[in-house]
């Protein structure tokens, strides 16, 4: 199967993806492209890459095992720790990566956009590690949610630029981003957060992400009789931890799921659209207007799903599912109480499916889990108190 591959020149994954800007960014992504292709050929910048990512974001991350929450649930569920990487979460994975071009492509400046904020601190961080600007967008109800991120960003010297219009959430935080772009594209790099935006960012932040498939595949080998999971589960927002993750077990035997919030489930109930320069499944009205998402995690809340989840879905590789609010709530709360983990909201979706499975008999008992848990939960404290 044609899957998790070089998509070409086109960047498009079967129906999906593509480079959907204006007219003005067409030379800004050939360059990126070009400039991605040389680099990630180049034994000198992965070398960099890969000791930055072991020296300073800490990886290899661990495979946890879950012991008590496995004994309850009649499985083995193994956690891919992103949790404890240097800034608490994945992003930081495709931003060092990103920097590192950036700063190789000659651009004084990072732009990025954020939800949760993760991403944002993650861009904050590498810039001021590179030496660069940054200026992070980001919606002013997420600014509100995800204080102590906003705090974060601005001790590590960027600049947080407030989004006021639509719903105040990611995806008008990725239009200003965008917009703000077009306007800047000589000094500026745009560092895109997720699987998502116009080629070649799905294709280069997935293999940027990839490092979590790839380290998780070989703690399996070692950690399970089989080798190779039964199940490979990770939350979707625009789907880079996910797409990460099933980039090292594509092709083996694993079930591959990916799992939405109910508010944001693109790949569940959206259809065929263009957005923010891509082609996938999005969220939308009968006059293909995009609708709101809504999701009690910040780093959900988006209309679209990242061009090659949509290709996974098509082909038959990967599922997805879906998963409400309480239920999200109730699985962060029990892995806090019977491991000591206290997951990001984000992540606690892919737990709240595997939960919700376990207990229903749709993931057979004595089977084995990969979860890759993508962030720690210390700025969802607030949102998870007014919950309560
Ligand atoms: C901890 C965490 N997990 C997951 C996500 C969702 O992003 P993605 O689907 O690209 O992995 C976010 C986004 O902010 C996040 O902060």
Redesign the pocket.
Known sequence: MDVMTDPGTTGRFGAYGGRYVPESLIPACHEIEAAFREAWSDTEFRGRLTMLLSVYAGRPTPLTPAWRLSRELGITLLLKREDLTHTG???INNVIGQALLAQRMGKRRILAET??G??GVATATAAALLGLEATVFMGERDIERQELNVLRMEVLGAEVVPVTSGSRTLKDACNEAMRHWVSSVDDSYYCI???MGPHPYPWMVREFQRVIGEEAREQCAAELPYGVPDYVVA????????VGTFAGFVDTAARLVGVEAEGGAAATFGRAGVLHGFRSLVLQNDDGQVTEAHSVAA??DYPGIGPEHAHLRDAGRARYETVNDDEVIRALRRLAHTEGILA?L??SHALAWVIRAAESGGIAPGSTVMLTL??RGDKDIASIKEML
């Open positions: 979460s994945h992003k939800g949760a993760q991403h957060g997720s699987v939350c979707i927002g625009g789907g880079s931890n996910a780093g959900l990001a984000e992540s993508s962030g």
